[in-house]
């Protein structure tokens, strides 16, 4: 018997050292690259949206991805993300009415975008970075809608967005009561920050940090060269941060 344990042992340590390598290997086989893949759209373009379409899909299809950031607060998304798993459209239509994406009938080109999204590519999982609107009525709806005991990070992650809302609410109310433009930059400022920071809280917790982002084309190269604040524009902080996994694109100068 300590003569079989002998022979046993070497062979079983080579063994769970096989098992251990080829675990390993398959993890770095399965395991992406982390992109960050940002286009910037002029908000309720017919062309732009039918391009952000096309571009999903090849990512969806080609590469497998399935994370799609957007400009908007991160309880939008949550709606999107359950309308996603609906039979109608009545959450969409909830959001088209009280959430305003653009003005006017440029919301359409929107809702046809989001619906092929649904039909063609459903297993897309969407995120906002944005900071809350005006109107908190949306924030509140979606509030009633999470479980209190189960869904406690993301309670706490939308009503600090909403906050933010709130706080930019009031620059808003102090840049009217005295129009200084140290106060209007202050605005623009907050708001890029924000974006920043919540892009970076979503992506950081993603298993699969391969997404692509839909934003205002000022957030992304700023092509107009406009200048609102002293901030950076958002990707240019997070290629600060992140580095060359981050790429970005204008809709409108590609072909």
């Known amino acids: 018997m300590k003569i079989l344990r002998k022979i046993l042992k070497p062979c079983l340590i080579f063994a769970m050292i096989i098992a251990i390598s080829a675990c390993q290997n398959n993890s770095a086989e399965t395991e992406k690259p982390s992109k960050i893949y940002l286009y910037g759209e002029e908000h309720g373009s017919k062309e732009d949206t039918e391009k952000e379409f096309a571009l999903w899909k090849d990512y969806y299809d080609k590469e497998g991805m ?6 908007v607060p991160n309880f939008v998304a949550g709606y999107l993300n359950r309308w996603m798993d609906e039979d109608d459209d009545q959450i969409l239509e909830i959001l088209r009415d009280q959430y305003k994406y653009a003005q006017g009938n440029k919301l359409k080109h929107y809702g046809t975008l989001l619906r092929r999204i649904k039909k063609e590519c459903p297993e897309t999982v969407f995120y906002g970075t944005d900071i809350s609107e005006f109107n908190d009525s949306l924030g509140l709806g979606y509030l009633k809608l999470l479980d209190k005991n189960k869904d406690k990070t993301e309670i706490d992650r939308v009503k600090e967005v909403m906050d ?14 005295n129009q200084e433009d140290t106060h209007l930059a202050r605005i623009a400022d907050y708001r890029e920050q924000m974006l920043v920071e919540n892009f970076i809280y979503e992506f950081d917790n993603l298993e699969d940090k391969r997404i692509m982002g839909i934003y205002g084309a000022y957030h992304v190269a700023n092509p107009e060269n406009l200048q609102f604040g002293e ?17 970005t694109n204008i809709l409108a100068e590609m072909e």
């Open 231 to 247: 901030a950076e524009i958002m990707a240019d902080q997070l290629k600060s941060h992140y580095g060359d996994i981050v790429s």
């Open 164 to 177: 933010q809302g709130d706080r930019r609410d009031a620059y808003i109310k102090e840049y009217k009561e």
């Open 66 to 71: 399935r994370n799609l950031f957007l400009e």
